[in-house]
């Protein structure tokens, strides 16, 4: 039996910018595709640190959550992507002020690169 799948799409956040929804929920969980630290009203990355860019993957994440009924409190599970590993302080920094316990569980990752040169991508999982 197929479960129902919903598209959540906030106008906040910025568009998907491929074949693919900004967030879908499927039964009483929400699976959030990774926000990059696109400022959707400028249309672009506005932000320079790590810093900056982890508060608007945040911020972007949680326009999703509230499209969905949600908030931050609703997520288990986020995956953080990073340009380069020596950042995940600055990070972990902004993160830990946007979450509080019981945290969500997390894995972190150096990646090659990431689209349009950000330096932080983060998705998440949140249950109702």
Do not use: C, H, W
């Not at 799409?9 to 074949?19: F, H």
């Not at 640190?49 to 949600?70: V, Y």
């Amino acid at each position: 039996m197929m479960t129902d799948k919903k598209e959540i799409r906030a106008e906040k956040a910025p568009a998907a910018i491929g074949p693919y929804s900004q967030a879908v929920k499927a039964g009483r969980t929400v699976y959030v595709s990774g926000q990059l630290p696109i400022d959707a009203q400028a249309g672009k990355i506005t932000g320079e640190t790590i810093r900056e860019q982890t508060t608007q993957s945040l911020k972007n994440l949680e326009f999703i959550l509230k499209e969905a009924g949600m908030d931050l409190s609703n997520v288990v599970k986020t995956t953080v992507l990073l340009n380069d590993i020596n950042d995940f302080a600055g990070m972990n920094e902004v993160y830990s002020t946007f979450f509080a316990e019981p945290y969500p569980a997390r894995a972190a990752y150096q990646v090659a690169a990431l689209p349009a040169g950000a330096l932080v991508e983060i998705e998440a999982v949140a249950v109702e």
